[in-house]
């Protein structure tokens, strides 16, 4: 048996899939939070998959 002490991942090994659901009374507040999100991954030099 391992212990998840003993396994060793890596930093690609992860991935946070993000989900957004919103209506037109919030398209402001939206693009604030998914072009900071972009902006935070961009000065990571992070890669990212987009999915609609």
Same mark, same amino acid.
């Given at each position: 048996?391992? &212990? ?31 072009? &900071?999100?972009?902006? &935070? ?12």
């Amino acid at each position: 048996m391992t &212990s998840a002490s003993n396994h060793s991942f890596k930093e690609q090994d992860f991935h946070i899939p993000i989900a957004f659901a919103f209506d037109k009374n919030y398209l402001i507040p939206a693009g604030a939070c998914i072009y &900071s999100l972009l902006e &935070s991954i961009a000065k990571a030099n992070k890669k990212i998959r987009y999915t609609l």
